[in-house]
Structure formats: structure tokens, C-alpha cells
């Protein structure tokens, strides 16, 4: 098959995911150059501008090379959710698809996929007097509270959440408090924003060790681009501590280095810990995806030629 244009009526995309830094981005645009492709963005951090370095986010060069969708959308200090992501990702495929070319959706925030393959619920969005009674409920009792009153008022969703998880848990409570049923009842009303499309689902991962080098090679280069620089850039610019965007990866040891708290060879390697072991929980919850076609991310041949034979 030849990298001529898409039809646009085709419903098809490319979905690629897997750990953080095993080379899914350099991948995608290797694949997409070759297939006339445009890339939407699928980590849940790099949506926020501002936050570059420590995201890892695809550079001015990288974007001339390939279009992306779905980077820099959003205000550091602005909560971004997955059903936010799943209604942008739909326009961005079907704005792709209708220029005639291919949309490669990649990333490794597993809810975002979630969201977008198998569908949302509707519940209500956020409000901030139940939220903030929550939040003020947890500080005053602590998470573990909340965490066993989601599990007596929804046993099924409770036990899927871990007692630390307070976004997931305060979440819960909330669309309980809103709607008067558990989320577990709510997910059966799920639906799919894009149920008749066909997807390619490709993952992407190495042996654990080479994972871990790229991780650790990742972070040291992220230091060394100005990471620390960066951060305080954007504290000096008025972004506080609590924006949802610093809780992207190594944004809180980056801090306490700044505040004097530790030092730059200490955030670096809390950095590394954290970021392989979020590796290792993508990888659990990419594993348990149906039709997930695994591949090294430098295998791009193989690839190629598997999007060649599936994409009718």
C-alpha cells in the first residue's frame, strides 16, 4: 500500500502507547513522515503550556517535521480531564482525516485512552462547593476516611482504588453526592465517542533493563536542557505549587530543590524512582488493552508494515 492520501470518509487511526521514555514519540513521527500522518497528542501532561522540558514535550523542530494536536491547549493553572481529552481527540482525528491524512494518536496516559476507546459516562462535571467540603473533609479526617466511605457506598469502584489515589477518591464521592449512584452503576451508561472506528493499537516496549537506561538517560537529559530553569521561569511568572500541572512527574522533587530542600543530584534520582515505577504501572494497565499489537520502538519496518496490511 502507498502513503497516498486517506479517504476521508476511512474511519480508521493509528493508536500508539507504552512506558514513558521508551521512544513513542520519535517512533510516531518516524511513521508518520512516511504515511502522511498527523500526531494527537496523549499525554495528559503536555497539554499545559509552559511546562516543556519536564514533560518532554516535542520541540519546534518536531512539530515542523509532523503537525501535533492537542499540545500547549490549556493554562497551567486550568484542570484538564479526560472526558476534556476525549472530545478534543474526536475533532483533532476527524479535522486529520478530512485534510486526507492519517491520525496517529500516541501517548501513555492510559485514562485519556480509556476515555477515548471505550467511552465516557455522563455524569456532571465538577463543582466546586461539594469538591471543596471533600477536600476539606480529608485534610480535617484524612484520605483513608474518604477512601472507606467510597468503599461502604460503592464496593465495586472502591476496590479498584488505592487508599493514596485522592483525585480518584474525592472524584467518586463527588459524582455520588451529585447524582445519588455509585460510579460503578454510572460506567454502565458508558458510551464511545468513536464506536465505529476501526483502531490499530500498537505498543511499544523494550526488555525492563534497556527501559530503564532510556528512563534514566531521559532524565539526565531533561536536567541538563534546563529542567530546574524552567521551573522557576514559570514560579517567577506567577504559577503556583497547587497548579494540576505540577503533578507531572518530578515536578515536586524540582521544587523542594528549589525551596533548598534537597539537592539537584537527589531531585534527579527521586526523579528516576518515580518515573520507573510509573513506567511499570503503564505497563500493567497497557497489557490488560484488547488487541494491543506489541513492537520495540525502533522496529519501524515491522511497523510500517503492519499499519500497511491493517489500514483498509
Known sequence: MSSS??????????????????GKSAAAMSLAERLDGEIVNCDSMQVYRGFDIGTDKPTAEDRRRVPHHLLDIIDSRTQFTAADFAARAVEAIGAIRARGRRPFVVGGTGLYVKALVDGLFPVPGRNDAVREALEREARELGLEALWSRLREADPAYGAKVGVRDRVRIV?????????????SENFRGTRSLIA??????????????ELYRRIEARVDRMFERGWVEEVAGLLASGVDESAPAFRALGYE??????????????????????????????????????GLRWFRPDDLDAIRAFIEAEWN
Open 5 to 22: 492520501k486517506l479517504r476521508p470518509d476511512a474511519k480508521i487511526f493509528v493508536l500508539m502507547v507504552g512506558p514513558t521514555g521508551a
Open 196 to 209: 465505529d472506528f476501526r483502531i490499530l493499537k500498537i505498543g511499544f516496549d523494550w526488555d525492563r533493563a
Open 253 to 290: 522533587h524540582v521544587l523542594r530543590h528549589l525551596k533548598g530542600e534537597i539537592g539537584r543530584d537527589e531531585a534527579a534520582a527521586r526523579t528516576k524512582i518515580d518515573t520507573r515505577h510509573y513506567a511499570k504501572r503503564q505497563l500493567t494497565w497497557f497489557r490488560k488493552m484488547d
Open 171 to 183: 472524584r467518586a464521592l463527588e459524582v455520588i453526592a451529585l447524582t445519588g449512584r455509585p460510579m
